[in-house]
């Protein structure tokens, strides 16, 4: 990730990502020749690719888990959030409470005698995972910890994570705190996408708040010390719920294909239950590097650019152009570009009015004359309805056809 308080223009296109996250991916019918992934130690897994905006491998991604402090990342979502809204800044001081002080498990060490600016909480939040440091943004931002929490799942809902429940805002094991592989690939697709000026704290590999102790200054996600492209995201541990990562790395990627590639991605893998703190790091490492070798990014259409034109009836208009405003990617598998071929459906007759973005059709991607992909295409323009005569002409038209 960029530098802190800049805006990458990769995260433009990761918006598109998270707004269609999930909602392709490589189709059952194509499984026996899509690369199968190796053997992961770990509980429950999700591989995605960011760029391509495709589930890649998973494991029982549905499955409710314990999140431990993985917790932190909707934490660090409302944070940034009312950061971005101008509710809080970050050199704005937080106090230190009670609560906060005598948190258990992971602290960046502060106690009540200090005021602390907001950006070093955050800092001691994801580089030590400070439980203490999470409290005191909590009560910051929400008041008290309950209301904090009580914002945590109603943003669960508007970002449609279906298998999470949070009972408190830094992980610690509490009945009915629960989320899935699947949730936490949303969220912190959604946490890239929607911050690309703060998610930069996440490649942090060092942080200490002066005046506390140095013991756990380093960033528990070991993947920072061993692969230069990986630059978040977030641990977590507790007996429950074993050795979690979510780690997100980006790549260069000279294209192979001959419709062309994407001149980077970004894959995301989600691992959770491993037995050690090695162990999270060695399984996210094998999956991020099966990801980035066993996969390539195949760039079918352009922004903004027309993969059919579509007549139109009873519109202003005869015809829509018909495509994504930011392209299409895909995650395909490596040596398999030269096969691709692509195929538009959609509903006759198209009727005006139409709205910029609106759905009007499908694409279906095959390779080898098998389908492995589809995902929706949007009208790239506006058409109007046409006046009472273009409307009764074209009803004419139709009656005849």
Known sequence: ??????????????????????????????????????????????????????VLAAKDADMQVEPASLTKLMTAYLVFDALKSGKISLDQKF????????????????????????????????????????????????????RFVRMMNAQAQVLGLKGTSYKNPEGLTEAGHTTTARDLGILATRLMADFPQYVGYYALKKYRYPGTPAANDTNRNLLLQRDPTVDGLKTGYTEAAGYCMVATARRDYASLGSQGASPSRRLLSIVLGTANENARANESQKLLNWGFTAFEPVKLFDPGQAVVTAQVWKGSASTVRVG??????????????????????????????????QEVATLRVLSGGIEVAQMPLQALDAVDQAGIFGRAWDALRLWIR
Request: net charge neutral; aromatic share 4%.
């Open 1 to 54: 990730m960029r530098a802190l308080h800049s805006t990458p223009k990769g995260f433009e296109f990761m918006k598109f990502v998270a707004s269609c996250l999930l909602a392709i991916s490589l189709l059952a019918g194509a499984h026996a020749q899509s690369p199968q992934p190796p053997e992961i130690a770990a509980r429950a897994y999700l591989l995605l690719d960011v760029s391509a905006h495709q």
């Open 95 to 146: 106090p230190v409470s009670e609560r906060a002080w005598k948190m258990p498990g992971s602290r960046m060490f502060i106690d009540p005698k200090m005021q602390v600016p907001v950006e070093d909480l955050i800092k001691g939040m994801v580089v030590q995972s400070g439980n203490d440091a999470t409290i005191a943004l909590a009560e910051g931002v929400g008041g008290d910890v309950a």
């Open 324 to 357: 994504h405003p930011q392209g299409v990617v895909l995650a395909l598998p490596a040596g398999s570009a030269g096969k691709v071929s692509t195929e538009v459906v959609r509903k006759e007759p198209l009727l005006a009015p139409i709205a910029k973005g």
